[in-house]
C-alpha cells in the first residue's frame, strides 16, 4: 500500500538494534521522511478519517469526523463500519438531521452500538451537537475561544463544558475525554488534527481557519507512544496527558509550525511496519 525510499527498511533495523542514540538532526531527517511517506492519500483507505472525507459541507465534515473519531478504539475495520452506520443512520446528511431531527428521529439511533458506545451515547451526542451550533457557534468556535498558543488542551476541557451543558446521562460524558483531568484526549487531538491541519496532500481537511497546526497535539495511543519511547521522544511509560505534554515539547522542537504530522510517521511505524 505505501512505498517508501527504497532504503528505509535497512534504515529502520538499523535504528532497532543501535544503541546510541540519533542526532536530534538525524532523528528529524528520518521523522520528516516517514511523515511524508504516509502523509498520502493511500492512507485514507485505511483510516476513520474516510468516513468524513465522503462529505463535501464543512458542518457535514465537522459532524462525521467528531462522531467516527469519538468511537475510534478497538479494530479499524470496524470503526470504519459502525460509523458509516452511524451516518446511515442520520441519512447520510449528519448536519441536516443534527440540526432539524425531532424526537421521533431520534429512535432509530437505538439500534447503534459500537464497544460502550452505544444509542443512548449517540442520540446525546446529537442533541449535544445541536447545542454546539445553536448556542455557540459551531465546534470551531468553541475551541477557538479557549484556544492557547501553546495547545489546545483547556480548549478541549472547554469544549467538553459546553458539549455537556444540556441534560443528559452521566454514564456519556465518558466518551469525551478532559486533558485537565489525565487525559491524553486522543480522539480529539485526531478529531482535531483532521480539522486544523491543512497538508496539501488531501487527507487532513484544514477547513477550521481560526486555529494553526502549531497548536495541534499528537494522538498519543499504543501505536505512537511505543513508537516515541523507542525513539527517545517520550520517556513516560503511560499514555496520559502528562506524556502528550512531554511528546508535544519534544515534537514542537523538531518542526514548530507543524508538530503534529510527526503522528504520521509513529503511527505508520507502529501500525503498519511494526517498529
Known amino acids: ?123 446525546c451526542f446529537v442533541q449535544s451537537l445541536r447545542h454546539i451550533y445553536g ?35 452521566p454514564r456519556t460524558e465518558k466518551h469525551v475525554s478532559d486533558p485537565l483531568k489525565g487525559s491524553s484526549a486522543k480522539r480529539i487531538n485526531m478529531f482535531l488534527r483532521w480539522m486544523v491541519r491543512n497538508d496539501n496532500t488531501g487527507v487532513d481537511f484544514g477547513i477550521w481557519k481560526q486555529l494553526s497546526p502549531s497548536q495541534l497535539s499528537c494522538p498519543l495511543d499504543v501505536h505512537s507512544g511505543n513508537v516515541a519511547r523507542k525513539l527517545g521522544l517520550l520517556k513516560r511509560k503511560q499514555n496520559d496527558a502528562r506524556a502528550l505534554t512531554e511528546l508535544d515539547g519534544n515534537l514542537r522542537e523538531l518542526d514548530p509550525s507543524d508538530p503534529v504530522k510527526y503522528d504520521f510517521a509513529l503511527f505508520g511505524l507502529g501500525a503498519f511496519e511494526k517498529f
Open 135 to 169: 448556542r455557540h457557534g459551531g465546534p470551531e468556535t468553541v475551541f477557538a475561544k479557549y484556544a492557547g498558543e501553546g495547545g489546545l488542551q483547556h480548549a478541549i476541557h472547554h469544549f467538553k463544558k459546553s458539549f455537556f451543558e444540556i441534560p443528559h446521562l
Open 1 to 123: 500500500m505505501f512505498s517508501g525510499v527504497t532504503n528505509q527498511k535497512q534504515e529502520i533495523l538499523e535504528l532497532k538494534n543501535n544503541t546510541t542514540p540519533l542526532s536530534s538532526s538525524e532523528l528529524k531527517e528520518f521523522l520528516d521522511a516517514k511523515a511524508a511517506e504516509y502523509n498520502k492519500p493511500d492512507f485514507i483507505d485505511t483510516d476513520p478519517i474516510q468516513v468524513p472525507h465522503a462529505f463535501t459541507r464543512k458542518e457535514d465534515i465537522e459532524i462525521a469526523g467528531f462522531l467516527a473519531a469519538t468511537i475510534a478504539w478497538g479494530n479499524r475495520k470496524s470503526i470504519i463500519n459502525n460509523a458509516r452506520k452511524m451516518m446511515a443512520l442520520m441519512g447520510d446528511a449528519p448536519y441536516d438531521f443534527v440540526m432539524s431531527h425531532k424526537a421521533d428521529d431520534l429512535e432509530k439511533l437505538n439500534t447503534f452500538v459500537h464497544r460502550t458506545f452505544n444509542g443512548t451515547d449517540l442520540k
